[in-house]
């Protein structure tokens, strides 16, 4: 069976609207004979005459008048699946958005991006997932809608990114640990008690090369998965944990902060989305809400 013409759906409804050729030619911006071959080939593939002369005009066909109401919604609801996507009634929205970061970002900014999203959709709900590794299949299977991260090798090279902050290592003592005392050299700091953050239990990482780049070694005495984790520990021992400064602001109130007196690079935060989701208006809405929200806690907090 051949496969008709849809765009003659289109021809078809400004006709039986008009009941003329001639005005349905003038709205369709074609000329009167290119009108009528159209109606002919309607009459042929709908196997009816659809118009038919009755004096100086035309009237509709039993099968017209049966068809027009049907013909102008589909044309309506054509028209609305190729047009962009409207921006949603926030009100009204309800959906729920899984977004996976790092251990400290949902602690740090999850009360402020939760109170946004109340205020303008109620019908939101938030998901927070730990981010255990970085590969990325859980954008690309829909199980995950947004994520925070450093984009590294592991990132698909087709995932959409935003960057959201730059951040850097900062050490954190409790109140009254000897380094809450001094302004902390290489030397001091490598000779404290440390707590290592791997969320694959790695004994070396970046802090441990630097050290090492100055003939320095630092003793581990223990190994955690998170930066909250390590806050906890450190708060209550004189252990140090080292850990991004924007990423665990509201975690670290009470405790004492320092620069660390190594060099490591800057680490730089990203929104992280599949593409399928890009030109959706609801999930744009979120990216821009996380963005803002991040902006305005680390704004509040003098921190640049």
């Not at 028209?79 to 400290?104: H, I, K, N, S, Y």
């Not at 670290?252 to 190594?262: D, E, K, N, T, Y």
Request: glycine content about 8%.
């Amino acid at each position: 069976m051949s496969t008709p013409d849809l765009n003659l759906l289109t021809t078809l409804d400004v006709l039986l609207a008009e009941g003329s050729v001639a005005r349905a030619a003038r709205r369709l911006r074609l000329s009167p004979s290119a009108m009528s071959r159209a109606l002919a080939r309607l009459r042929e593939t709908t196997g009816d005459p659809l118009l038919v002369r009755a004096g100086r005009g035309l009237v509709p066909t039993p099968r017209a008048i049966e068809l027009r109401e049907r013909v102008s919604q589909l044309v309506q609801d054509a028209q609305a699946v190729l047009r962009p996507a409207e921006q949603p009634d926030l009100r009204q929205l309800v959906r729920t958005f899984t977004l996976r970061t790092r251990d400290g970002f949902a602690e740090n900014f999850g009360p402020a991006l939760m109170a946004r999203i109340a205020a303008e959709a109620p019908g939101v709900r938030l998901c927070f997932m730990q981010k255990t590794s970085k590969d990325n299949a859980p954008l690309r299977d829909g199980s995950v809608d947004l994520e925070t991260g450093v984009i590294g090798e592991a990132t698909g090279p087709e995932l959409k990114v935003q960057t959201l902050f730059r951040d850097r290592f900062i050490g954190v003592v409790r109140a009254g640990h000897p380094l809450s005392q001094t302004e902390p050299t290489a030397a001091l700091y490598a000779a404290g008690r440390h707590i290592g953050i791997s969320r694959q239990g790695r004994e070396q990482g970046p802090i441990d090369a630097a050290l090492a780049s100055l003939g320095l070694e630092r003793q581990v005495v223990t190994i955690v998965s998170g930066f909250s984790t390590a806050l906890a520990l450190a708060r209550h021992a004189d252990l140090i944990a080292s850990v991004p400064e924007r990423h665990t602001g509201n975690l670290r109130a009470g405790m004492h902060s320092f620069a660390l007196p190594i060099a490591l690079p800057e680490l730089t935060i990203s929104l992280i989305w599949h593409p399928r989701l890009q030109a959706d208006p609801a999930h744009r809405w979120l990216r821009e809400c996380v963005l803002a929200v991040c902006t305005a806690e680390l704004g509040s907090t003098g921190i640049r």
